[in-house]
């Protein structure tokens, strides 16, 4: 699972797609996730959480 912020979203999809060969699941975090965690790419408070 990766948790991404907007700017990096598409980053993280590819990451899933290339990684595991499936169609990743793309959810929307609440604002409490967001403040327990960062976007795995830049730091930023993450709006998405892809997995797989
Ligand atoms: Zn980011």
Known sequence: MIY???EHVELA???I???YEV???MKQLT???KLSTTCEYCGNNPTY???N
Request: charged share 35%.
């Open 4 to 6: 991404c912020c907007d």
């Open 13 to 15: 999809i590819d990451v």
């Open 17 to 19: 797609v290339d990684e």
């Open 23 to 25: 169609a990743p699941n």
């Open 31 to 33: 604002s409490e996730e």
């Open 49 to 51: 959480i892809v997995s």
